[in-house]
């Protein structure tokens, strides 16, 4: 998606569908484009909003145009075959009375709280699951259902396993929702969306830590030297943060052959077990076919293995790659560095 300003003169059909997005939005003002921005989803909103930002000194006939084709695509779908949802309330309300045509209408257009629920994907999963995990599983059914499907997978995988199927079958179940529920869920949108908006931060203090020091310049064994002095926890606590067992992904082969030759195979096989599939393949790659067949064999010898004992054999290659480090023997990628080709 280009987000690139358009150039002055730039016609129509130079613009992509986002950037005229973008342009009507930041003519209509901050409150009616807030109240846009609501009813998209994530990545329409993210899309759009990097458009908004990288738009600068857009002339005039570029907005002309923008705007223009706005209001021809809202006549082509405004004409009198297509009432607006307010004009049909209107008249339902005089007709039925507003109870039930608030229902009728949420069986034509759907609902009125999808913009509500789509608010909801910028909340973390776990903190979702844990606002309904107390819920009837019809209930959650429902409430997952008006979710992006992305987010709604996250928040499943984080509510007990063994309730899983259950939910995942009530939610295929759903048809006509009555009105109740309905006014049920969206109370229950609503109570999430005012603790989102009031609850605190939450940050790794260790891992973010860990990360700066990674990227400062100088000998990092002495600045944790230091650290230590102050706080001998929690300099250990970065230490362990900075020499991550899932950093041998990004190390060099010459790196790998190196840390390969010093940790014995049973120890290679046992912390490689559920383990991250970019680090399992780029041991196999630095590995010669015949090291390959018998490090294959050492994994099946081990069998199911206890979780406690994979971190401590992780942790125990990391102490190597450490002693290795500090002995000058390798030099350690110790965080994603940008690369060009």
Same mark, same amino acid.
């Given at each position: 998606m280009?987000?690139?300003?358009?150039?002055?003169?730039?016609?129509?059909?130079?613009?992509?569908?986002?950037?005229?997005?973008?342009?009507?939005?930041?003519?209509?003002?901050?409150?009616?484009?807030?109240?846009?921005?609501?009813?998209?989803?994530r990545?329409?909103?993210?899309?759009?909003?990097?458009?908004?930002?990288?738009?600068?000194?857009?002339k005039?006939? /570029?907005?002309?145009?923008?705007?223009?084709?706005?209001?021809?695509?809202?006549?082509?779908?405004?004409?009198?075959?297509?009432?607006?949802?307010?004009?049909?309330?209107?008249?339902?309300?005089?007709?039925?009375?507003?109870?039930?045509?608030?229902?009728?209408? /949420?069986?034509?257009?759907?609902d009125a709280?999808r913009?509500?629920?789509?608010?909801?994907?910028?909340?973390?999963?776990?903190?979702?699951?844990?606002?309904?995990?107390?819920?009837?599983?019809h209930?959650?059914?429902?409430?997952?259902a008006?979710?992006?499907?992305?987010?709604? %997978? @996250?928040?499943?995988?984080?509510?007990?396993?063994?309730?899983?199927?259950?939910?995942?079958?009530?939610?295929?179940?759903?048809?006509?929702?009555?009105?109740?529920?309905?006014?049920?869920?969206?109370?229950?949108?609503?109570?999430?969306?005012?603790?989102?908006?009031?609850?605190?931060?939450?940050?790794?203090g260790?891992?973010?830590?860990?990360?700066?020091?990674?990227? #400062?310049?100088?000998?990092?064994?002495?600045?944790?030297?230091?650290?230590?002095?102050?706080?001998?926890?929690?300099?250990?606590?970065?230490?362990?943060?900075?020499y991550?067992?899932?950093?041998? %992904?990004?190390?060099?082969?010459?790196?790998?052959?190196? &840390?390969?030759?010093?940790?014995?195979?049973? @120890?290679?096989?046992?912390?490689?077990?559920?383990?991250d599939?970019?680090?399992?393949?780029?041991? #196999?790659?630095c590995?010669?076919?015949?090291?390959?067949?018998?490090?294959?064999?050492? &994994?099946?010898?081990t069998?199911?293995?206890?979780?406690?004992?994979? @971190?401590?054999?992780?942790a125990? &290659?990391?102490?190597?790659?450490?002693? #290795?480090?500090?002995?000058?023997?390798?030099?350690v990628?110790?965080?994603?560095?940008a690369?060009? @080709?």
């Amino acid at each position: 998606m280009a987000t690139n300003p358009p150039e002055a003169g730039a016609e129509d059909g130079a613009m992509t569908a986002i950037e005229q997005a973008a342009i009507v939005l930041l003519s209509m003002g901050e409150a009616p484009a807030a109240a846009v921005l609501r009813c998209l989803e994530r990545e329409e909103l993210l899309a759009v909003t990097q458009a908004m930002s990288a738009m600068s000194g857009i002339k005039v006939d /570029t907005a002309r145009s923008a705007l223009q084709r706005f209001f021809d695509d809202y006549r082509e779908q405004s004409g009198l075959h297509g009432a607006s949802r307010t004009f049909l309330k209107n008249s339902l309300d005089l007709a039925l009375g507003s109870s039930i045509s608030s229902s009728v209408l /949420t069986r034509i257009y759907g609902d009125a709280i999808r913009p509500k629920m789509a608010r909801l994907q910028w909340a973390s999963p776990r903190w979702v699951a844990d606002r309904i995990a107390q819920e009837h599983v019809h209930m959650q059914a429902v409430f997952l259902a008006f979710l992006p499907p992305a987010m709604a %997978s @996250e928040v499943i995988a984080s509510l007990p396993e063994d309730g899983r199927d259950e939910l995942i079958v009530r939610v295929a179940q759903l048809g006509h929702v009555e009105h109740r529920l309905l006014q049920e869920v969206e109370v229950l949108a609503d109570a999430c969306l005012q603790s989102l908006e009031t609850q605190s931060a939450t940050i790794e203090g260790v891992k973010q830590a860990a990360e700066i020091l990674n990227r #400062l310049p100088g000998d990092k064994a002495r600045m944790v030297e230091q650290l230590r002095e102050r706080d001998p926890g929690v300099a250990g606590q970065i230490e362990r943060s900075m020499y991550d067992f899932f950093i041998l %992904s990004r190390q060099s082969e010459e790196v790998l052959l190196r &840390i390969i030759e010093a940790v014995p195979m049973d @120890e290679w096989a046992i912390a490689l077990k559920g383990g991250d599939s970019d680090v399992r393949r780029a041991i #196999l790659g630095c590995m010669p076919q015949r090291q390959v067949k018998t490090f294959q064999d050492a &994994i099946r010898r081990t069998g199911p293995v206890a979780a406690r004992r994979v @971190e401590d054999a992780r942790a125990a &290659i990391m102490r190597e790659v450490k002693a #290795l480090a500090d002995a000058g023997a390798i030099e350690v990628q110790l965080y994603s560095e940008a690369t060009v @080709e």
